[in-house]
């Protein structure tokens, strides 16, 4: 089997010393948290916001330009479905992926059964089936974040995508209640 090693293995955190200070506590909290949470696994090992990280998932930088702190946080904690497949190998076993490419004698995917995913290419003979995976659980729903740590998170993605310097407040991002703001 072919494995493909990403140029740059996102294994370790960023160190704090690489952070930018940005220009608010809450900017700072929210940076610290996507790039190093210690809950669950990091937005970054699976994100990119524009810059730095790993593109397992979607970008979040037009999303989070566009959308409403509410809104985004609902998106983080849904059970989100579109992007990740089951693939169901010969040998019985499956893995939950977000392919890259299918080719005809391997694809190449994110295997999201290890922590941080693994890229890497699965040759044609060993794939079973690929199908869609519903039950496949986003990390920030199991991290348990606080609605200030949302909070920080959300308002760290709108600054990065928009230079506002904006708060959020922890009210804005509570997803049992409607928002109003937009
Ligand atoms: C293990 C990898 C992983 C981690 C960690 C992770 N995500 Fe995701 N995220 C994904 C994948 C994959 C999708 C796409 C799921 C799908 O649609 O099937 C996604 C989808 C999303 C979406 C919806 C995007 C869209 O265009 O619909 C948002 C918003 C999001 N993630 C935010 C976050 C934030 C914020 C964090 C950190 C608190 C985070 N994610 C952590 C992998 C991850």
Redesign the pocket.
Known sequence: MTRLIPAVLFLGGIPAAELNQLPSDQLNRGQT??EN?PK????A???TAGKAGNP???D?KA?AARMSPHD?AA??LAR?????QRVDLHDKTSLPA?LIHMGSDATEL?D?SK???LRRAVSSTEIASIRPFPD?E???RE?A?SLDELAS??AY?KYTATAAVKPVRAAEVDIRTRSRSR
């Open positions: 948290l996507f949470s669950g696994i990091a937005c090992r699976c994100h397992v998932g979607p979040l999303l985004i998106l983080m989100v479905k579109k992007h990740v977000v994110w999201l922590t941080p995913p496949w986003h990390p920030p991290a974040y998170i959300i993605l």
